[in-house]
């Protein structure tokens, strides 16, 4: 009985081994995977997810800001069209003005 059991110690160490090194291959394989797969990605300046909602964010925000310049711009119009429209009408209301006394 002690040889059998000397065999099977040995055949247990032996898979422990085997183990240990196909944990180490599978380790390095995927190393090797996830570098392949950074490099080809890497090539086709595809964007990181982070990279995308940063400048989806700038984009939303520069929107806004349009948005709310072009608010201002016709509302400054507005005022510049009704001021011009009021020293029309308060010009047409004062008759005579603006017109030069006759020389002589």
């Not at 085997?18 to 996830?34: F, I, N, P, S, Y």
């Not at 507005?78 to 603006?98: E, I, L, Q, S, Y």
Request: glycine fraction near 8%; avoid cysteine; proline fraction near 2%.
């Amino acid at each position: 009985m002690q040889t059998r059991s000397k065999i099977l110690d040995d055949l247990s160490q032996l898979m422990t081994n085997a183990m240990g090194v196909a944990q180490g291959a599978k380790e390095e394989a995927e190393t090797a995977m996830k570098g392949w797969i950074d490099r080809w990605l890497a090539e086709r300046n595809l964007v990181t997810r982070e990279e995308f909602d940063a400048v989806r964010a700038m984009a939303q925000k520069a929107r806004e800001e349009n948005a709310a310049l072009r608010a201002r711009i016709e509302a400054l119009e507005r005022a510049a069209a009704g001021a011009a429209d009021g020293a029309a009408a308060a010009k047409r209301a004062r008759p005579g003005a603006g017109r030069r006394p006759k020389a002589g």
